[in-house]
């Protein structure tokens, strides 16, 4: 089975992330700032707590290259384990865009067809699912209610079990062990029942935009079902091992790694500030081991890599080196970052595990000693990841000269950046330190930075 051009390990990025690793390069003013704001995430505790916190691993691509690699803060704060770029985090909702790429290589090698109706693959739904596509499930116009909800609903937990979690002292990270002592953790296979038990959907499938985990989760057991083995395994085969991704997995029920493996050496503890007990370690719940919606885990150094094949991906559109894979790149972007129109007709800013937005704008820029107004596009995709302390997030932007008509876009007036920010504190304003970041590269004005519009 081929692979989409994006996952060919032939063409390398402009730069070699493995040396990032010997030598990382460090911007000055984002240190300052993460190191200040790391600080006073336990300032409040004792003046000497202010270092010992809970912290973050930061990536900065400005075009083609790394422009700032670094981490902060403490991986384990019982042992005093600082973060480094082998630290392994929980993405949480990130794990959505790895799903879909998972879908849109069985698209291409014409295994799947996204217009597919959810009733081909699960004889056993409801009527409704006659009426919702593969499409339906990457964009959330499903309309199919999250399956935490009907968790909740159910009566079977407690309303709180999840704020509980998150004020209980717990070391399941980084051992990620199963507990079937203090209950049955719940998997995929449960979530697919909870879902066929709801036999009418809210609205009509295909009419509004409704975020919902339930989708992913569906689209996992697709991918399952029509290769013949778990996401787990077909993500490694055919996108991690090949962009070299080594430490990248999706954690399921069958996982299980010994002590001194690096799934369990070098990930993590996540960490909640409770009041008047400082940051407690959180881990457990019996929905950990769901997967589809969250439960990749990763590090810096491998999101690195992924934003690397991302910006080639996307600079192929006007790179004539890349001229020969254009079909099969247009293809994937396309996948990844076009909105679409329900039967609504309204228009769903969110594509295949990415938050979409497309600005356009005028400047007056100097030319050769004279002032001229000049056209400018810009594209920005991104997403947030959250589950108990995790904090993830992921931002992309690029702007540009319009051309005129009939010309191509002048590379030279082509400018991408891209951020990537991994935390194990549940405080860490994720959002707003990217912002901030991108404003180091591309200022704070909204017309200039259209990662300053992210939200």
Same mark, same amino acid.
């Given at each position: 089975?081929?692979?989409?051009?994006?996952?060919?390990?032939?063409?390398?990025?402009a730069?070699?992330?493995?040396?990032?690793?010997?030598?990382? %390069?460090?911007?000055?003013?984002?240190?300052?700032?993460?190191?200040?704001?790391?600080?006073?995430l336990?300032?409040?505790?004792?003046p000497?707590?202010?270092?010992?916190v809970?912290?973050?691993?930061?990536?900065?691509?400005?075009?083609?290259?790394?422009?700032?690699?670094n981490?902060?803060?403490?991986?384990?704060?019982e042992?005093?384990?600082?973060?480094?770029?082998? +630290?392994?985090?929980?993405?949480? $909702?990130?794990?959505?865009?790895?799903?879909?790429?998972?879908?849109?290589?069985? #698209?291409?090698?014409?295994e799947?067809? =996204?217009?597919?109706?959810?009733?081909?693959?699960?004889? @056993?739904f409801?009527?409704? $699912?006659?009426? #919702?596509?593969?499409?339906?499930?990457?964009?959330? +116009?499903?309309?199919?209610? !999250?399956y935490?909800?009907?968790?909740? *609903?159910?009566?079977?937990?407690?309303e709180? /079990?999840?704020?509980?979690?998150?004020?209980?002292?717990?070391?399941?990270?980084?051992?990620?062990?199963?507990?079937?002592?203090? &209950?049955?953790?719940? +998997?995929?296979?449960?979530?697919?029942? /909870?879902?066929? $038990?709801?036999r009418?959907?809210?609205?009509? %499938?295909?009419?509004?935009f409704?975020?919902?985990? $339930?989708?992913?989760?569906?689209?996992?057991?697709?991918?399952?079902?029509?290769?013949?083995?778990p996401?787990?395994?077909?993500?490694?085969k055919?996108?991690?091992?090949?962009?070299?991704?080594?430490?990248?997995?999706?954690?399921?029920e069958?996982s *299980?790694?010994?002590?001194?493996?690096?799934? #369990? #050496?070098?990930?993590?503890?996540?960490?909640?500030?409770?009041?008047?007990?400082?940051f407690? %370690?959180?881990?457990?719940?019996?929905?950990?081991f769901?997967?589809?919606?969250?439960?990749?885990?990763?590090?810096?150094?491998?999101?690195?890599?992924?934003?690397?094949h991302?910006?080639?991906?996307?600079?192929?559109?006007?790179?004539?080196?890349?001229? !020969?894979?254009?079909?099969?790149?247009?293809?994937?972007?396309?996948f990844l970052?076009?909105?679409?129109?329900?039967?609504?007709r =309204?228009?769903?800013?969110?594509?295949? &595990?990415?938050?979409?937005?497309?600005? !356009?704008?005028e400047?007056?820029?100097?030319?050769?000693?004279?002032?001229? +107004?000049?056209?400018?596009?810009s594209?920005?995709?991104?997403?947030?990841?959250?589950?108990?302390g995790?904090?993830?997030?992921i931002?992309?932007?690029?702007?540009?000269?319009?051309?005129?008509?009939?010309?191509?876009? @002048?590379p030279?007036?082509?400018e991408s950046?891209?951020i990537?920010?991994?935390?194990?504190?549940?405080?860490?304003?994720?959002?707003?330190?990217?912002?901030?970041?991108?404003?180091?590269?591309?200022?704070?004005?909204?017309?200039?930075?259209?990662i300053?519009?992210?939200?």
């Amino acid at each position: 089975m081929g692979l989409p051009s994006i996952y060919t390990t032939k063409r390398q990025c402009a730069f070699d992330v493995l040396k990032l690793r010997e030598k990382a %390069p460090i911007e000055p003013q984002i240190d300052s700032l993460i190191n200040r704001y790391i600080h006073s995430l336990g300032s409040y505790l004792h003046p000497k707590a202010g270092d010992l916190v809970p912290g973050a691993a930061v990536m900065v691509r400005k075009n083609n290259e790394v422009v700032h690699l670094n981490c902060y803060g403490y991986a384990n704060l019982e042992t005093k384990k600082e973060i480094t770029t082998d +630290t392994l985090f929980d993405l949480g $909702s990130l794990s959505k865009q790895f799903t879909a790429i998972a879908v849109l290589n069985l #698209v291409i090698s014409k295994e799947l067809k =996204r217009k597919a109706k959810l009733s081909k693959f699960f004889a @056993d739904f409801p009527r409704y $699912s006659e009426h #919702v596509t593969v499409d339906d499930l990457i964009h959330h +116009t499903s309309a199919i209610p !999250e399956y935490i909800d009907i968790h909740d *609903a159910s009566r079977e937990v407690d309303e709180d /079990w999840y704020p509980k979690a998150m004020k209980k002292s717990d070391d399941w990270y980084p051992q990620m062990a199963k507990r079937s002592e203090e &209950g049955k953790e719940i +998997t995929n296979k449960d979530v697919l029942g /909870w879902i066929a $038990s709801q036999r009418l959907l809210p609205r009509k %499938p295909n009419t509004e935009f409704n975020y919902s985990n $339930s989708g992913y989760v569906l689209l996992a057991e697709l991918v399952e079902k029509v290769a013949g083995e778990p996401l787990a395994a077909y993500l490694k085969k055919r996108i991690f091992d090949p962009l070299e991704m080594n430490s990248t997995y999706v954690f399921d029920e069958t996982s *299980a790694f010994a002590e001194d493996a690096p799934e #369990v #050496v070098n990930h993590a503890r996540c960490y909640n500030r409770v009041s008047g007990e400082g940051f407690v %370690p959180v881990g457990y719940t019996p929905l950990n081991f769901v997967y589809g919606d969250g439960n990749v885990q990763s590090n810096i150094v491998d999101l690195a890599k992924w934003d690397a094949h991302l910006h080639r991906l996307d600079h192929a559109s006007i790179c004539s080196r890349y001229k !020969e894979d254009e079909e099969a790149d247009n293809k994937v972007r396309d996948f990844l970052w076009s909105s679409i129109q329900t039967k609504s007709r =309204r228009r769903i800013n969110y594509g295949a &595990g990415w938050n979409l937005l497309r600005h !356009e704008y005028e400047k007056t820029v100097e030319e050769n000693g004279k002032r001229v +107004t000049r056209k400018y596009e810009s594209h920005g995709e991104y997403h947030r990841g959250e589950w108990l302390g995790w904090r993830s997030y992921i931002a992309r932007g690029a702007r540009w000269v319009v051309p005129k008509r009939g010309k191509d876009i @002048d590379p030279d007036t082509w400018e991408s950046l891209g951020i990537v920010v991994l935390s194990n504190c549940n405080q860490f304003n994720i959002d707003f330190k990217v912002q901030q970041i991108s404003e180091v590269f591309w200022g704070s004005l909204k017309k200039d930075n259209i990662i300053m519009r992210f939200y």
